[in-house]
Each structure stands twice: as structure tokens, then as C-alpha cells.
T-cell receptor, first 112, second 111 residues
Framework: DTAVSQTPKYLVTQMGNDKSIKCEQNLGHDTMYWYKQDSKKFLKIMFSYNNKELIINETVPNRFSPKSPDKAHLNLHINSLELGDSAVYFC???????????FGQGTRLTVV | DAKTTQPTSMDCAEGRAANLPCNHSTISGNEYVYWYRQIHSQGPQYIIHGLKNNETNEMASLIITEDRKSSTLILPHATLRDTAVYYCIVRGNNAGNMLTFGGGTRLMVKP
């Protein structure tokens, strides 16, 4: 069983569209994250959700919005996509006092 | 901002031990040292973490200096599949403490 799963794995879309990336974890963790890895391969934190409350929100455009229907899911919604949004997006989860975060396999988003 | 400094790249011969250094001179008392790796096109993978004692698991060993200002990740018998970018991260252990990734060390294991 996959611990942290993301869908889709690949997403190609046109500028201006709205898209969502789904993330689910079956580890019983209480915190979930979204990271962005750009073409230079730097991994940057975007959001952190703990017990359905946003507790860290880095300076990302408000076109990006995380939505958590329950503790096991943290979906990423992106409005009005831009070329610069092209990147690999990773979802992760962790538990308080746990051994660190577990990551999904990433979603490669390409905006054309 | 990342709080760690790592060499950009390293080579290691297959079957030999790979020793990856990390400097974290500004680490605070409640921060742990974490190591992750990212194999090409995959998500980051947790390897090991420690506070001040040396740690060992099935993947690697972590040696932390007594002053906690630096550490070394040891892969005892590197294989070709260990070729990856290795990230050293310092992080508190409270809920919501995020992992801040730096540039990491690109380890190339060669036959």
C-alpha cells in the first residue's frame, strides 16, 4: 500500500486554466505538506496543514489554495495557471514527534 | 533559509563506504538533524535522524559531533542504487515544524 499517494502523476494544461492535484495519506499522520520543486531542483515548502488548520503558509501566490476535506487528504488547487507554475509538486505527511515526513512520488505540472 | 552546508557533489566507488558531511553550526538545542535523499524523479525519502547521539538503522549511520555543529551520514556499502541527492536538514520536532531543503549533495556511486 502506498503511504502517500498523489494524482495525477503528470498534468499538462494551458495557461489560464484551473487545476487540482490530489493527495492522500494512509499513515494516520496529523500534518500534511505541499512542496514545489522547480527546474533548478530546489524543494520549497508551500503549505503545511495540521489537524485541518493551515499553520504555515509560505509566500505563495493566492492562486494556490490547499483544501483538506479530512485529516487524510490535502488537495492543492491552482487557479489561473501561469507558465512559471510548471514544476514538480510533492505532497508529504508527518506526525507530531514522528520520524520526519513521508513524501509522495510527485506530480509533474507543465503549463503550456 | 537552509541552516546547513553540504558539498555540492561527491563520488564513491561501489561497495565502499560513502561518508557525506554536513555543517550545521547554528543548530539550536531542540533541533534534530535529519537526512533525506532524492533519487532521480522520485519523492524525497527519509533516511535517518538524530539529536545528539549517534544513530544507526538498516539504511545508514549518523555520526553527530559532540558540539552538534556538524554530522556525517555513512552509507556503509554504497551500491549504484544509492546514487541520489542527499539532503541534511535541521528541524524542531514539534507539530508543523517544516523540513527546509537546501541544495544537498549529489552522490554518484560508480562501478
Amino acid at each position: 500500500d502506498t503511504a502517500v499517494s498523489q494524482t495525477p502523476k503528470y498534468l499538462v494544461t494551458q495557461m489560464g486554466n484551473d487545476k487540482s492535484i490530489k493527495c492522500e495519506q494512509n499513515l494516520g499522520h496529523d500534518t500534511m505538506y505541499w512542496y514545489k520543486q522547480d527546474s533548478k531542483k530546489f524543494l520549497k515548502i508551500m503549505f503545511s496543514y495540521n489537524n485541518k488548520e493551515l499553520i504555515i503558509n509560505e509566500t505563495v501566490p493566492n492562486r494556490f489554495s490547499p483544501k483538506s476535506p479530512d485529516k487524510a487528504h490535502l488537495n492543492l488547487h491552482i487557479n489561473s495557471l501561469e507558465l512559471g507554475d510548471s514544476a514538480v509538486y510533492f505532497c508529504a505527511s508527518s506526525s507530531s514527534g514522528g520520524v520526519g515526513a513521508f513524501f509522495g512520488q510527485g506530480t509533474r505540472l507543465t503549463v503550456v | 533559509d537552509a541552516k546547513t552546508t553540504q558539498p555540492t557533489s561527491m563520488d564513491c566507488a561501489e561497495g565502499r563506504a560513502a561518508n557525506l558531511p554536513c555543517n550545521h553550526s547554528t543548530i539550536s538545542g531542540n533541533e534534530y538533524v535529519y537526512w533525506y535523499r532524492q533519487i532521480h524523479s522520485q519523492g524525497p525519502q527519509y533516511i535517518i535522524h538524530g539529536l545528539k547521539n549517534n544513530e544507526t538503522n538498516e539504511m545508514a549511520s549518523l555520526i553527530i559531533t559532540e558540539d552538534r555543529k556538524s554530522s556525517t551520514l555513512i552509507l556503509p556499502h554504497a551500491t549504484l542504487r544509492d546514487t541520489a541527492v542527499y539532503y541534511c536538514i535541521v528541524r524542531g520536532n514539534n507539530a508543523g515544524n517544516m523540513l527546509t531543503f537546501g541544495g544537498g549533495t549529489r552522490l554518484m556511486v560508480k562501478p
